[in-house]
Every structure is written in C-alpha cells, then in structure tokens.
C-alpha cells in the first residue's frame, strides 16, 4: 500500500485566509519532500521528529496556484479550494515582476507579464 497525502490546511496573506486542500504532490513539496509514507512512519514510531516535520513546514513563504470550485451538498453550496502547485517563495523573481509592473504603470497600463494592471 502507498499513503498519498490529503493535506487540508488553513492559508493567510495579506488579503485574508483561506482554508485549502493540498494534494499529494503539492503537500509533499509544503512537507520538505517527505513522502506520506515517511511521514506515517514518523507519526508512529517517532512523535517528537513528527511534530517537528510539521512544525517546519508552518510560517514559510509559498506561491500556490489554487483552483476555485463551488460545489452543492444538500441544497448548501460550498467554495472548495485544490492547491494544485506549490513552489518556494523566490524574493528575487518576485521583486523583478514587480519592477516590471510597475514600469508596465508608467508606459500607460500596459499588461506586464502575470499582472493585470
């Protein structure tokens, strides 16, 4: 038998937070590339190095691509969020889009690549 992972997890920025549903590739990347296997024998066999497996993982910088799906369930509707990637937070590219935005912004609004402005 092979564990996949079903990692449901709650997200903030500074826009708010959300409550996400991380699949098997996206929650291993979030885990430190631990496969659920290896993280079940953690959870059994040696607690302490589980909860700091866990702990490691919390308070970092990720960008996610979240998918967005409404679905019904006894006449209740409900927004259910899929991480379908997660990739480590990467200052510098970031910064180099923003500058690009912003220089998009002072060439009258023309789309720089990723941001609609």
Known sequence: MVRR???????????GE???????DAARAVLGGRTA???ADLRENRPKAFAAA???AAFRPWVLRVAART????????RRLAVHSA????????AKRAL???????????KAEGVAV
Request: charged content about 25%.
């Open 100 to 110: 690009a935005a912003l220089g998009a912004l002072e060439m009258g609004g023309v």
């Open 37 to 39: 296997d290896e993280l």
């Open 18 to 24: 959300a409550q996400l549903s991380f699949f098997d």
């Open 71 to 78: 679905q019904e369930y006894n006449g209740e509707r409900r």
């Open 54 to 56: 866990l702990a490691d």
């Open 87 to 94: 990739t480590p937070l990467d200052f510098g590219a970031e």
């Open 5 to 15: 992972y079903v990692l449901q997890s709650k997200v903030a920025d500074s826009t």
